[in-house]
């Protein structure tokens, strides 16, 4: 068996094709392994951004205290929990990386952050919907493994699974802390 070295812009090949991956940005190699582990782990957040279809939705946050509680806050509406694992936070604002198929439009467990966002685009693919959505000043993708149709400009209720998130340093943009185990 030879090796092949396939250099690609399109995420979804190199998902589908490789066994090993390589994520250069300006000539710089930011990680190297094997396509599972670049993918469950990406080190820095142009590589999970890079390594999810549709793309990884990055958002900025800060972190506040609430009496005893640690916050990190996106917005307004997205304000997530984070006491359990706040004794690794050390800095004040971080990138949270969201893949696109841990939005939902109910609450799969009771954790579950809403928030309202609208329909800016929809689009089949295959047996999938991916919907692009506008809550407030960000934007988010959305990923349905079924095949829906809403129509463009209809509000809808978001549902974020604050316990799978991906935090990169806002400095570094190295990956801080992954909030699970399996994807």
């Keep these: 068996g030879g090796v ?3 250099a690609t812009p399109e995420p979804v090949d190199a998902l589908s094709m490789s066994t090993h991956v390589a994520y250069f940005e300006s000539g710089n190699l930011l990680q190297y392994g094997e396509l599972e582990d670049v993918y469950r782990k990406p080190q820095q957040v142009e590589v999970g951004a890079y390594f999810s279809y549709p793309t990884m939705n990055i958002m900025e946050a800060r ?3 609430d009496g005893d509680r640690t916050l990190l806050k ?3 509406q997205i304000c997530m929990d ?3 694992f706040a004794h690794q936070l050390q800095e004040d604002e971080y ?3 969201v893949r696109a198929y841990n939005l939902h439009t109910h609450a799969e467990s ?3 952050i809403p928030f309202q966002a609208t329909l800016e685009l929809s689009e089949e693919l295959g047996s999938d919907t991916e919907l692009h959505l506008k809550p407030a000043d960000l934007q988010f993708v959305m990923l349905m493994q079924e ?3 809403y129509p463009v400009g209809t509000n809808m209720t978001v549902y974020m699974d604050p316990s799978r998130l991906f935090l990169y340093s806002k400095q570094t943009k190295n990956l801080v802390l992954k909030t699970f185990s399996q994807d």
Excluded: A, P
Aim: charged content about 10%.
């Design 4 to 6: 092949v070295v396939y």
């Design 63 to 65: 972190v506040i205290q």
């Design 74 to 76: 996106v917005s307004d």
């Design 82 to 84: 984070v006491t359990s």
């Design 95 to 97: 990138l949270v990386g």
């Design 110 to 112: 009771q954790n579950m």
């Design 147 to 149: 095949v829906v149709r």
